[in-house]
Every structure is written in C-alpha cells, then in structure tokens.
C-alpha cells in the first residue's frame, strides 16, 4: 500500500499536471518515443516475416536470431552505444527498434507460414501470382497474429521508453530518473504508476482495433485453437 500512496499524493497534486514537466507534455514525449520505435521495428519486420513466411526459407534461421536478440538487455545496448558513439538525440532509439523487431517478426512469419497449405493452392490453382496470394490470402489470415506482434512490441516498448531518460531527453522515465535523485519516492511511484495505465491503455487499444479489423470468424478460430 506504500506504493500507492506514495503514488496517488504524487499525482492528486495539480502542480504535476501543469508546465513543461507535467504528466501530459510527459505522456505525449513518451508517446512519441513510442510511436517511431514500434513504426521503425515494424517497417523492418514485417516484410521480412511475410517473405520468410511466404516462401519458407530461412524461417528457422531467423525465428532463432530473433529469440536470441531478445535476451539483449535494452539499457545495456544504450549504455554500450553511448560508450561507443556518444550522446545523440537518437541514440535511444536503436535500442527500442532491437526490442520491438523480435515479435513482429516471429508472429508474421508463424501467421504467413500457419496458413492452410491447401487455400495456398487453391489459390494458386485460380490463377493467383506468389503476390496475389500473400496479399490476399495469407496476409488476411495472418492479420491476427501479426497484430498480437504488434501488440507484443508496443507494450514492451511503452514499458521500456524511459531508457530515454536516462541520456538526459524526456518522457516518464524522467519522474523515475530524477525522482531517485532526490529521493522523491512519490515522484518514482507517480511516474511508474502513469507507466503502468499507459501500458494497460496500448492493450486495451489493441484489443479494440482486433475487433474492428480481424473477422469474427477469424476471432473464434484463434479462440478455439488456444
């Protein structure tokens, strides 16, 4: 119950809500760290799941690396990088795109390559280029699991983007970074809290745009094989 109250003192108080160090200009930095991150890492992965998955090869190969690259710690990578090429308004954000590209990747590649091989041919047998059918065949029924990637990635991020902090930028991580600083727990709760509903809002947020874009039939489907 420490945390909380520590937390709900923090954030009753009108002051952390004004200014250019207020939660929403806070919120709308790590949004922003957010976005382009989960922009870039899904810019890279995605057409290489769906080549992969399409067409087969190198499936193994690149579902291993990316488990691989997973266990990479992200404040590692940005501490190494700074050590390597210094301070830049962008250093944060190599780490970030490393974290996101892994589940967009894998969940791409096993929702192409999952596709009934027998609609494939089908398809095939219609007259469809390799093209048409990974637009219009297994790209469709690979839209669920593509979009948990997404999910995955955006979650992950969202909780991870206070690295950026920790190179002097903004975003929520600043409540925690200097929080600690000054020994002001109620900021480190306040800012981990606000952290916290964000991460549950991307969720909420990807739930509601799998119900809008992924079929009904679709929904059930990936329901029952659970």
């Not at 420490?2 to 002051?15: M, Q, Y």
């Not at 499936?59 to 990479?72: D, E, L």
């Not at 404040?75 to 970030?96: H, K, Y």
């Not at 297994?138 to 991020?157: D, H, K, N, S, Y």
């Amino acid at each position: 119950m420490g945390f909380l109250n520590f937390a709900w003192d923090w954030l009753k108080s009108p002051a952390q809500w004004h200014g250019p160090d207020g939660i929403p200009v806070r919120v709308l930095q790590h949004l922003g760290y957010t976005a382009l991150s989960v922009l870039i890492a899904a810019a890279i992965a995605l057409p290489v799941g769906l080549l992969i998955g399409h067409y087969g090869r190198g499936g193994f190969t690149a579902v291993n690396i990316a488990n691989i690259w997973r266990a990479i710690p992200t404040l590692g990578l940005l501490i190494l990088l700074v050590v390597l090429i210094g301070f830049s308004a962008f250093t944060w954000l190599i780490p970030l795109v490393a974290l996101g590209i892994p589940p967009i990747l894998v969940n791409t590649y096993e929702g192409v390559s999952g596709v009934d091989p027998d609609l494939k041919d089908a398809a095939r047998g219609m007259g469809m280029t390799q093209w048409q059918v990974l637009w219009k065949v297994e790209l469709p029924l690979a839209v669920p699991l593509i979009l948990l990637g997404l999910q995955v990635t955006a979650i992950f991020v969202v909780a991870t983007a206070t690295i950026a902090a920790y190179i002097g930028l903004g975003g929520l991580g600043r409540y925690i970074i200097d929080g600690l600083a000054s020994n002001n727990y109620g900021e480190v709760a306040g800012g981990a809290a606000v952290i916290v509903v964000l991460a549950l809002a991307v969720q909420v947020l990807f739930v509601g745009l799998r119900r809008l874009v992924v079929p009904a039939g679709l929904r059930q489907q990936a329901r029952a094989s659970k």
